[in-house]
Every structure is written in C-alpha cells, then in structure tokens.
C-alpha cells in the first residue's frame, strides 16, 4: 500500500499519510418488528396509553437536550481553509490488520458554553489513544455528557487535532473536519485514508493537506465562511463537527524487531550472571 511519511516545520512526529483508499460493506441496521397481544380488547387502551406515556417522554427528553446542548444559529461555527502550514510528506508502505476500524468518536463544536463535565482529552481505545484540540496557549476543554463530546471554539481562532499514542502497537487516524477528509477535501469516508500513529508518540493535524509540503491551518469560522460550504466536496450542513475513526496497522519493521535472536551478539564466551 502506498503511502507517506509526514514532518511538520514545528518538530518532527513520524506521522504516515496513506493514499490508498479502501472499499468496505456495510450492512443496514436490523430492523426489529412489534406485535401487539390482540385477544383482550381490555389490554388495549393500557397498551396505546403506556406507548403514549413513552412518547411523551421522550420527547420531553429530546426538548431538554436540545434546549441544553445543541447550538443557535448565532452560536455555530465551522472551519476555514487558513494559512500555509509546512508538511512536508515521504512514501512508505503499511497495511491495515482489518477493513474495519476499531472506533469511531465525534466531537461537535461551536461557540457555546456547554455544559457536562470538562476533560482536557478523549481516551480512545481504552486508553491506548488520546485526543485533544489545542490552540497555541494550549488545550481547548472538551464537555462529556451522556456519552457525547463538546468542544467550545471562538470565530478567528487556529486549532489543531491532537493524537498521542499510550500503546506499542501502530494505527492510522482518520480524520475529518465538517465532513471533509483532512487530507484531500473530499466527502469524508471512514474508508479513506489517515494518518499513521506510531507507538508512544504523537501525531499533530493542523490543517486541510493542501500539496505535498503543506496545509492549510483550521481556524473556526462563521459557518458561510468555512471550507465545507465553499467546496463543491462539501456542505453548510456538515459544519461544526469532528470526526476520527482508528484502525490497526501492520508494521514489518516493528514486528520484526519483536521477533528473538538465536544470536544476537556473537561476541566470544558466556559471561557470568549478575
């Protein structure tokens, strides 16, 4: 598989690029039918009110969560193509263990004071991969609540993703930003191609890959003035949300330096143990 190696003009993350797009199924979600007991006519009215009662509920629900996290017009926010960052990009192969991804998270975003408790990054794969968005003073809070991840962004103001590896094992980072893939702007997939993260390091994204030496930085935005409503690849519906999918990569180098040595030394007699 073809693929590149990327150092950014800052410092050096021994990040990988991977071109090569892979196809994958995906099956519709089961669809589960319900019957109702139609023998007692007394069960009936209990039945519809209960169901009734259900609705009701829910709906109540989903008002509160609308009403508590979702942003106003006035409050959205996307991401602009920004200035030149250098990049600078070289070939290596890798391959994917498997077709199919070991997470998916979102993280939406927009000038918003969300509520939820505040993390400074998502533990992702039980911890193996941290996430964080960071500005130049820092890290941005990200607010968890009921399993879902708010980020608080300022129209004006550059970012960058944030993925520090815990593990020995190698992954490539999908990334997307208003539903644009971060390395060639077009309709995100969960199929196309990342970024490697080598074990016990970090990979930094800063911005829409724009040629082989360069990106152009995120900044958040007006939702009219981000990339993705400015691009026939995208959408001013998509804007205000992050995504990052995880695969496992097969490295040969990193295996074959695990395999043992029969001779590792060759360097004359046994020495005495310690």
Not at 17 to 34: F, H, M, Q
Not at 173 to 188: C, E, F, Q, R, Y
Not at 248 to 256: F, I, N, R, S, T
């Amino acid at each position: 598989m073809k693929s590149y190696n990327t150092s950014y003009n800052t410092q050096s993350f021994g990040a990988v690029l991977l071109l090569a797009l892979l196809t994958g199924c995906s099956s519709a979600p089961n669809s589960k039918e319900k019957s109702a007991d139609a023998s007692s006519t007394q069960n009936e009215p209990m039945q519809e009110e209960s169901m009734q009662d259900e609705s009701v509920q829910d709906a109540a629900s989903n008002r509160q969560e609308t009403s508590v996290q979702d942003a106003t017009e006035s409050e959205r926010l996307g991401t602009q193509w920004g200035d030149d960052v250098d990049s600078e990009v070289t070939t290596v192969d890798l391959e994917r263990v498997s077709d199919e991804p070991l997470e998916q998270i979102q993280v939406r975003y927009a000038d918003k004071a969300y509520s939820g408790r505040a993390v400074n990054s998502m533990s992702l794969l039980a911890g193996k991969v941290e996430f964080s968005a960071a500005t130049d003073t820092g890290k941005l809070p990200l607010y968890r609540d009921a399993g879902n991840y708010y980020l608080q962004g300022k129209a004006g103001q550059a970012y960058r993703l944030v993925y520090h590896n815990n593990s020995a094992n190698t992954y490539e980072i999908v990334a997307s930003v208003d539903g644009l893939n971060v390395l060639d702007g077009s309709a995100a997939s969960i199929y196309d191609g990342g970024y490697v993260l080598r074990p016990h390091d970090n990979l930094v994204i800063e911005g829409f890959r724009k040629s082989e030496s360069a990106v152009a930085s995120f900044i958040f935005s007006k939702p009219d003035s981000a990339y993705a409503a400015n691009t026939s690849s995208g959408s001013i519906t998509n804007t205000g949300i992050i995504g990052t999918v995880i695969y496992e990569l097969y490295d040969p180098a990193q295996h074959k330096s695990q395999q043992p040595k029969a001779f590792p030394a060759d360097n004359g007699y046994a020495k005495p143990p310690k």
